[in-house]
């Protein structure tokens, strides 16, 4: 009886120490994308989990099983702690949708992407004739938003969401270089600009 009870306590150390050379996967945060007529830039953020080593598979599909592009990339970052990435694919067509898939994991294993994470749709056109993204610049820091604009749209109003949509600032655009201070907890955001009642330009950024 001891000895079958120290056989099933060795068993039991064993699968235990295996699981934990193993690791376990990491945790998404949060993700997100900017989306232009022919190329998409996805931002995911995670918590490393164990090995701090990360492999993740990213997929972009058209249809179900309809793969346009598939790679797997090794991201590294504190064990436990929250990392953060960005993968810009080009290419793509105007007015689609596309899937994109994600399977992470640790260092020490790759397993099969299961999961649609989200959708995006490509635009139709690269905007309006007189501005485009071409028109503006944005820098990001802890502190403080800088936008620089070749011009000055009439009506013009600088607004900054979080990922949940929330709007967090919204302040006018009336300055070719305008300083917006900004002290927010360190993530993913997205800064849009308005001008006489439409959409101008968007994008996000990253806060660290």
Do not use: W
């Amino acid at each position: 009886m001891k000895k079958h009870l120290y056989f099933i306590i060795l068993l039991s150390t064993f699968f235990c120490l295996k699981g934990l050379a193993q690791g376990y996967p990491p945790v998404i945060n949060s993700y997100a994308d900017s989306a232009g007529p022919d190329s998409v830039q996805i931002f995911i953020s995670y918590i490393a989990n164990d090995t701090g080593v990360i492999k993740a598979q990213i997929q972009l599909q058209l249809a179900a099983g309809n793969n346009i592009y598939d790679s797997t990339l090794t991201f590294r970052a504190p064990a436990n702690d929250s990392g953060y990435f960005q993968l810009t694919i080009d290419s793509l067509f105007p007015c689609t949708t596309y899937h994109v898939l994600s399977n992470m994991k640790n260092g020490l294993e790759q397993g099969q992407v299961i999961n649609p994470l989200f959708s995006f749709t490509t635009t139709c056109s690269t905007g309006i004739v007189s501005l485009n993204e071409n028109s503006y610049t944005v820098i990001a820091s802890t502190q403080s938003i800088e936008v620089k604009t070749r011009e000055i749209p009439q009506n013009g109003s600088i607004e900054i969401y979080d990922l949940s949509g929330r709007l967090i600032l919204n302040t006018p655009l009336n300055q070719p270089v305008q300083q917006i201070p900004f002290n927010q907890n360190a993530g993913l955001y997205v800064l849009r600009i308005t001008g006489n009642g439409q959409s101008l330009y968007t994008n996000r950024f990253v806060i660290y």
